[in-house]
């Protein structure tokens, strides 16, 4: 049997090119992700790190797939947690529709029990609709949360 996978859909009213600049360019992330600034150069086999307003390090991992404006896939490595776990995945897909893009963000490749899953799974739903707000509005849903899953 394998571990459950999570998987968030929703439609933003923008492009692509400005979807992407969203999910990739640290000063955005950090107006809908908590506070915290992922960075990366987003190209295939560099490294990807989040970390936290005070600068401790969240999470990190390392870019499996990069294809600007359409689809990011990266390890998430939490191993600062008290009981480590291997590293997970996440995949941002963007998809073109006729006046908007639909975003489908999976986590997946968990172990069969997972601390991780299940406190990711609280957080992922805050970052979209802050992420959705902010784009499509200009300002955050207001939803307050961590950018550590610890």
Known sequence: MSAPKLVY????RTTPAELWKALTEPEFIRQYWF???NTSTWKEGDPIESRD????LAWHGKILKSIPEQEVVFTFDHSNM???EPPSRVTFKIDRLPDAV???ITHDEFPEVSAVRDRVS???PSIIENLKSLVETGMSAGLKSACKTS
Request: aromatic share 4%; net charge negative.
């Open 82 to 84: 008290e009981k480590p």
């Open 35 to 37: 506070g915290c600034e």
């Open 9 to 12: 859909v929703t439609t933003i």
């Open 53 to 56: 307003p005070d600068g401790e």
């Open 102 to 104: 639909q975003l489908t």
């Open 122 to 124: 609280n957080g992922w």
